[in-house]
């Protein structure tokens, strides 16, 4: 199975929600807030097909790629969990340089936030995408769904009503 960004920024997320999709159980597409979020992504650099690369290799796919310049583009509706966005575009960078192509960064744009996130690959950056390529292996592999882990994010995700469908507090469903 080869290892995607969204499994690595799942990792960073939700261990839960990691296992589920990569078990096949996937509600991206029930989503109004990842429908929003691809609309952003869509929409927000028009010129920007036209400029770059989309760029698919070892199970990733990186939509906007500057082969000029070696830079990642990835668009993302909030920075809530950044650091997820972050382990993303690494992994990305890992993969290019798995394929020969060195000295490659990120940028992830949040164009609602008019901000910019600059993703640079650092020193033990290799062992640490090892590691995280064999913990998701580790947790998708397992027989059972890891528990549910009560998070800030939840309310935004595509599993939310998954997740929470026989969960109550006190004498009220969530």
Not at 74 to 86: F, L, N, R
Request: net charge negative; glycine share 6%.
């Amino acid at each position: 199975m080869n290892i995607t960004g969204t499994h690595i920024a799942y990792l960073h997320t939700c261990h839960r929600k990691l296992w589920l999709f990569a078990n096949g159980i996937q509600m991206e597409h029930t989503s109004d807030i990842v429908a929003e979020g691809k609309l952003i992504g869509e929409t927000s650099y028009l010129d920007r097909a036209r400029k770059y690369t989309e760029l698919e290799l070892d199970g990733i796919k990186i939509d906007f790629y500057d082969a000029k310049n070696r830079v990642i583009h990835e668009v993302k509706k909030t920075d809530k969990v950044e650091q997820a966005h972050i382990a993303q575009v690494k992994y990305y960078l890992y993969v290019l340089q798995k394929n020969g192509i060195s000295d490659a960064s990120g940028l992830i744009e949040y164009p609602k936030m008019r901000q910019t996130q600059i993703v640079e690959w650092e020193e033990g950056d290799q062992s640490l995408m090892q590691g995280w390529v064999q913990e998701v292996k580790d947790l998708i592999s397992q027989k059972n769904c890891p528990p549910l882990e009560k998070k800030s994010i939840c309310r935004s995700c595509s599993y939310f009503d998954f997740c929470y469908a026989t969960e109550s507090v006190g004498n009220e469903l969530i």
